[in-house]
Nanobody, 123 residues
């Protein structure tokens, strides 16, 4: 059974940084692309960053230059370093397994969502 658990969220001031982590189990981790999404109340989940099994990455325009996704295939973790945070980054952040390959950004191409970790950026 695939299980993803996010951690690292919290309250941070505008301009600050956070490192989110996602621990994966129950899958051959290195075979799968992984992604980070975020969601605010009343809105659909929004793609943030993705990473292939080999480490190639792709980002949403909204976070380019501020977000770095990485993975450790031995530890089965995928991380999201967020810098220069803005109030608009406030959301619950989720990690998920991609069911397709490099570059996918649509929510439907991901499954096994974790419970999420909340990020709040104060003005």
């Amino acid at each position: 059974q695939v299980r993803l658990v996010e951690s690292g969220g919290g309250l941070v001031q505008t301009g600050g940084s956070l490192r989110l982590s996602c621990a994966a189990s129950g899958l051959t981790f290195r075979y799968f692309a992984m992604g980070w999404f975020r969601q605010t109340p009343g809105k659909e989940r929004e793609f943030v960053s993705g990473i292939s099994g080999g480490g190639s990455t792709w980002d949403a325009d909204s976070v380019k230059g501020r977000a770095t996704i990485s993975r450790d295939n031995t530890q089965h973790t995928v991380n999201l370093q967020m810098n220069s945070l803005k109030p608009d980054d406030t959301a619950v952040y989720y990690c998920a397994r991609a069911t397709a390959g490099y570059g996918v950004t649509r929510e439907g191409a991901y499954d096994n969502w974790g419970p999420g970790t909340r990020v709040t950026v104060s003005p």
